[in-house]
T-cell receptor, first 110, second 115 residues
Framework: AQSVTQLDSHVSVSEGTPVLLRCNYS??????LFWYVQHPNKGLQLLLK??????LVKGINGFEAEFKKSETSFHLTKPSAHMSDAAEYFC????????FGKGTSLLVTP | DADVTQTPRNRITKTGKRIMLECSQT?????MYWYRQDPGLGLRLIYY???????NKGEISDGYSVSRQAQAKFSLSLESAIPNQTALYFC??????????????FGEGSRLTVL
């Protein structure tokens, strides 16, 4: 079965500190994985995607994610949080559509 | 103009009313999708269509129907709206050429409130 689990529903960080948003997946074949961001009252914007090329994927706005097959994980990181990073983040696994996790709400405090 | 356009953006209706949410796209993609978003539940797939003659149910299709009027248009209908269909609805598209690796492109959402 294809599924995605986002391990934290809420993450709070201080501005300037690292961000870690965790995503585990279950897939019976080589996965394609995505991270999307949703700012308030907006649609979803693609941050980055893994499609069996390099395991370390760089995305927009300084975000990156590492695909670890042995850990079935695709965690999203950023070295230094900015206030504008406060948003909802969704991990997605490609099947006939995208199967999304339940989302992680990132709060960035001054 | 947005590549994926949803109308209306906001709608308040009453229980039992018929509602249609419309989606049009200028990306030239064959595949289109409808999702609903609820707090704490993420996005769940309602219906998807791989071309004009192909429509498939997603995980939560009960109470919904769709129509693919053309390659560029995909409408979602609630025949008799109920309060637990209050949610944010998203339309999305993807490219047929990269079915397993291609990203989805989303509209800005249609917020539906059923009283």
């Amino acid at each position: 079965a294809q599924s995605v689990t986002q391990l934290d529903s809420h993450v709070s960080v201080s501005e300037g500190t690292p961000v870690l948003l965790r995503c585990n997946y279950s897939s019976s074949y080589s996965p394609s994985l995505f991270w999307y961001v949703q700012h308030p009252n907006k649609g979803l914007q693609l941050l980055l995607k893994y499609t069996s090329a390099a395991t370390l994927v760089k995305g927009i706005n300084g975000f990156e994610a590492e695909f670890k097959k042995s850990e079935t994980s695709f965690h999203l990181t950023k070295p230094s949080a900015h206030m504008s990073d406060a948003a909802e983040y969704f991990c997605g696994l490609r099947g006939y559509a995208l199967n999304f996790g339940k989302g992680t709400s990132l709060l960035v405090t001054p | 103009d947005a590549d994926v356009t949803q109308t209306p953006r906001n709608r308040i209706t009453k229980t039992g009313k018929r509602i249609m949410l419309e989606c049009s796209q200028t990306k030239g993609h064959d595949r289109m999708y409808w999702y609903r978003q609820d707090p704490g539940l993420g996005l769940r797939l309602i219906y998807y269509s791989f071309d004009v003659k192909d429509i498939n149910k997603g995980e939560i299709s009960d109470g919904y129907s769709v129509s693919r009027q053309a390659q560029a248009k995909f409408s979602l209908s609630l025949e008799s709206a109920i309060p637990n269909q209050t949610a944010l609805y998203f339309c999305a598209t993807s490219d047929l050429d990269t079915p397993n690796t291609g990203e989805l492109f989303f509209g800005e959402g249609s917020r539906l409130t059923v009283l």
